[in-house]
């Protein structure tokens, strides 16, 4: 079972970049896809992206798309989130979670992902 723990948050103005990361330990990633998601207080946590456990597929949502690219190095047992351009409505605690699949495809449900890490804040203000 894989352990998770993001990293790379932080403070940054409108308009800057971050590079989230992911890192597993316990098992190697190689049979998971991995989602990324977000939640801001009061609000549900929404599902922003996610990876195939190959890297083949990935998919994002609708309010991330064009900005944020996701990747994974299986050697590296790491799932990375490049977020540029980013927006005062992207501030969130981000989480990555994994996924015990074998297909080509993902999906950025939460219900779907059985390991989570613990998250970590991005703040976008001036």
């Known amino acids: 079972q894989p352990q998770l723990v993001e990293s790379g948050g932080g403070l940054v103005q409108p308009g800057g970049s971050l590079r989230l990361s992911c890192a597993a330990s316990g098992s190697t990633l190689d049979y998971y896809a991995i989602g990324w998601f977000r939640q801001a207080p009061g609000k549900e946590r929404e599902g922003i992206s996610c990876i195939s456990h190959s890297g083949s597929t990935t998919n994002y949502a609708d309010s991330v798309k064009g900005r944020f690219t996701i990747s994974r190095d299986n050697a590296k047992n790491t799932v990375y989130l490049q977020m540029n351009s980013l927006r005062p409505e992207d501030t969130a605690v981000y989480y990555c979670?994994?996924?015990?699949?074998?297909?080509?495809?993902?999906?950025?449900?939460?219900?779907?992902?059985?390991?989570w890490g613990q998250g970590t804040q991005v703040t976008v203000s001036s």
């Open positions: 979670a994994a996924d015990f699949s074998f297909t080509v495809q993902c999906a950025y449900v939460a219900t779907q992902y059985d390991y």
